[in-house]
């Protein structure tokens, strides 16, 4: 057997342990279960069809009975598939003969009674992705979010300079900064879960052409939309040969997006770590550096920043290419569907990666009051505000005049002030301000979460 040092993608190797979730949605014996498992059930369907003869109906020990194929599969049992798909070269129509020798004659002739590989496969791939997502991946996502949040909170008083175009800008508050990501990733959970999951029955062509042979009195659109409701998604009636795969774009690009968010967190998170006002906890043995023994690297962040490019750039692929097929049908989408859970076991790594990193952060107090004190040229803002306040024009001219690529220290900005010809309320005010309270509504923004 393979051991995982001779694997060749790092998420059945190097990240073997962080990916342990998704093996149950995405792993080959993942696929073939999933298929034998739409199989059984469409067979349990048909049976209770009273138009159909000379199948059913199954009592309630005999589904019991069918079920159990699927519900106690073990790798052993997709072994065995995949030596039958060796004879057949085709992996569904190895899944049928599989169940033939599970089932007495009589029934052979009803597994996949006038099916296409891809009415099983589309039902297949889709519940995987749905299963994984309301799942392992959720149950994530909602953990990091949690955390950022918790975090927000914490850190909602704590003062930071901002920057703008790299440049010194308007304070916030480290909380009020982690709470937009925690809003940002908000919304885009309502979306996620609000996210229909389709399926498509029809047969070659996506005309029941074969089912309305056999027996034309029944209505087979019914009967489809049905099962497809059964197995816990959308019917999607008119279609071709594959069920046309824009519900589980929708999705892809949901994901794509909260990549591109946490992308930003993590790269927020680097800059805030090389500015040194964000400091990481020591963990005993960890190395930084082969050669610079006083490193902290935030791996955590990088890595995850990496690992969500990979996943965008599957994700991306994925919702190009299955979105186009070739008239009724080519199979290209055969081959691409297979690399969906890579794309998420990518982004799965990515939010352990990130939740971790941020376990180990902590604020330099210090070292972000210096920063701010080091940039009074922040409040040239509000006081070029207070003198557009006071009716009078050229404040932010007179303002940019005496601040703009300047050192511009406390002694400064207060002898502006001070001879600033506003009312004295206001000049008050000014003098009150320093870099660490200008930070306007930043705390109460983050108590909104």
Known sequence: MSKPINSISPLDGRYKNNTIELRPFF?????????????????????????????????????????????????????????????????????????????????????????????????????????????????????????????????????????????????????????????????????????DFLGKFGGATGTWSAQTTAYPKMDWIKFAGRFIKSMGLKPNLITTQIESHDAIIESYHSIIRINSILSDLSQDMWLYISRAIVKQKKIAGEVGSSTMPHKINPIQFENAEGNFGISNALLGHLSKKLGISRMQRDLTDSTTLRNQGVALGHSYIALKGIEKGLSRIDIDKNKAMNELNSHWEVLAEPIQVAIRKSGKSGGYEEMMEASKGKQVDKDLIRNIIEKLKIPSEDKKMLLRLEPASYTGLAKKLAELI
């Open 27 to 195: 792993s080959e014996a993942a696929l073939i279960k999933y298929r034998v498992k739409v199989e059984i059930e469409y067979l349990i369907a048909l049976a209770k069809e009273k138009k159909i003869d000379g199948i059913g109906p199954f009592n309630n020990k005999e589904c019991d009975k069918l079920r159990k194929i699927y519900l106690n599969f073990t790798d052993s049992d997709a072994t065995d598939i995949k030596s039958i798909e060796k004879t057949t070269n085709h992996d569904v129509k190895a899944v049928e003969y599989y169940i033939q020798k599970k089932l007495r004659k009589s029934l052979h002739p009803w597994i996949h009674f006038c099916l296409t590989s891809e009415d099983v496969n589309n039902i297949s791939y889709s519940l995987m992705w749905k299963e994984a997502i309301n799942g392992p991946y959720l149950s994530q996502l909602n953990s990091l979010n949690r955390k950022i949040k918790k975090l927000a909170k914490r850190y909602k008083s704590i003062s930071i300079l901002s920057l703008t175009h790299g440049q010194p800008a308007t304070p916030t508050t480290f909380g009020k900064e982690l709470a937009v990501f925690y809003n940002r990733i908000e919304r885009q959970l309502q979306q996620i879960k609000s996210q």
